[in-house]
């Protein structure tokens, strides 16, 4: 539709300060909206991540039936300190907890832990519309069904409704046409924009 526009990504966990670093658009998933300071938000659905482990590794160490045990899998994260990692979870009564891991393969790039997970490298949190597909066909395994990771919101931040060229204005609606989509599939809705 808009050929013209041309799409320069950057993959990071970190986050990007918009103005300093001349990025015209991020686009975050945080479990809350407030640390997002004076840049206008944009939000596009949410997705609750799913704890998931391939096949081959389950067979290699077993699947975890507790909280105990789903701490002696391999795993992986996006980032450690002190190459330690930490999965919040909240169980069916509501209850929450911290399982501490220490990750044996660590990426800031969410395709690359899907690509490992598939491999067996090791356990991890992934968005759920990633990872649906191999769900159903059985490339992957949702450990501790009952154990939910937060949920995050998905949304897009910008630094400024004034002065956005037309090829980030196009770019905003692809991402308020396209995103929510994928959280209707899911049984979610999506929000509009807030400040």
Known sequence: R????????????RVVDLVEEGVD??????????DSGSLVIK??????PVLVASPALLARQGTPATLEELGRLESMAMSTTDGR????????????TTVQHTPRYVA???LTLHVAALAGTGMCWLPSYMCEDDLRQGRLVRLLPDWQPPR?????VFPSRRGLTPAVRRFLDFL???VPTHSR???RDAADSVT
């Open 2 to 13: 808009h050929p013209l526009v041309r799409v320069e990504m950057l993959v990071s966990n």
């Open 25 to 34: 658009v991020a686009l975050r998933v945080r479990t809350t909206l407030d």
């Open 43 to 48: 939000r596009l659905g949410d997705d609750a």
């Open 85 to 96: 990692a930490s999965m919040r979870l909240t169980g069916p009564d509501g209850r929450e």
């Open 108 to 110: 800031d790039d969410l």
């Open 152 to 156: 995050g919101i998905v949304h897009a």
């Open 176 to 178: 308020g046409e396209q």
């Open 185 to 187: 599939l899911l049984g």
